[in-house]
């Protein structure tokens, strides 16, 4: 069997941070990882710092035949077996629906759900007991967020999805964890649009560190969880969305980021 981890939005941020500790060692002995973003030299900038054998993939997820690409690899890989598969890529534009940019909503959507369904599906058959999926969420999945609506929205059916696929998979021993991460020290800010909201939502919440999610988030997978929320604040704010009348948490909100505006 050749060992497998797949790990797409590979070339930077959390997603570069995921390759560097599988290649450390933390999901045990992989005989290849296979990092999956459209930027061909940052992955292969990444490849060359690893030991594991990295095969690195230049593919936009957001065009379907990605996805075919992908799997005719892994058709084509003697005796496949994937250990992991972590659906990471993503972006997000803030502001108001109306004022997104002509394409980025239905972007968003192709990428953030249509992706890591796309993905499951088509590595399932090559997966094992064992197997684990790492779906990468966010603290915007817990509550409907204005002006970052489809992204949260988006998240909330990784979230969704996740919890469930678990449910279907748990019988035979592969586990899907969804992850949900607060903001980080990434590029995603670096791409965001609207960039007065973007730092009241980033006050808000605050930042952690990349690192630090990448372990959280591999070793809940690892251990088989369905739910890794890494920063103790976001899992009391998680707590409380539950129990809290939406209406109330929106107006909240709203507040507090009238007064980071001002």
């Not at 919890?163 to 035979?172: H, I, K, Q, Y």
């Not at 007065?196 to 988030?217: K, P, Q």
């Amino acid at each position: 069997m050749t060992s497998i981890a797949i790990v797409t939005g590979a070339s930077s941020g959390l997603g570069a941070e995921v390759v560097r500790q599988l290649d450390a060692g933390a999901f045990g002995r992989l005989d290849q990882i296979w990092a999956v973003a459209r930027s061909t030299e940052r992955l292969q900038a990444l490849a060359d710092t690893c030991t594991t054998p990295v095969r690195t993939f230049a593919l936009d997820l957001t065009d379907r035949s990605s996805f075919d690409v992908l799997e005719q690899a892994l058709a084509e890989q003697p005796a496949a077996r994937v250990v992991l598969l972590v659906n990471n890529a993503g972006f997000g534009t803030f502001g108001a629906f109306c004022d997104q940019p002509a394409g980025a909503a239905a972007d968003m959507v192709r990428l953030l759900i249509l992706a890591p369904v796309e993905l499951t599906y088509r590595t399932l058959p090559y997966m094992q007991g064992g197997s684990r999926i790492l779906n990468v969420a966010s603290v915007a999945s817990f509550v409907p967020q204005p002006g970052l609506a489809t992204y949260s929205a988006a998240k909330r059916f990784v979230l969704d999805f996740s919890r469930a696929l678990n449910e279907e998979l748990g019988p035979v021993d592969i586990h899907v964890t969804a992850l949900c991460p607060k903001f980080m020290h990434t590029g995603f800010l670096d791409h965001a649009v609207a960039d007065d909201v973007a730092v009241g939502m980033s006050r808000l919440t605050g930042f952690e560190e990349v690192g630090r999610v990448a372990r959280r988030g591999l070793a809940a997978a690892r251990d088989g969880r369905a739910l890794c929320i890494p920063s103790a604040d976001m899992r009391a704010f998680y707590a409380a969305s539950k129990l809290l009348p939406y209406p109330l948490v929106a107006r909240l909100e709203q507040a507090f980021l009238s007064t980071v505006h001002q």
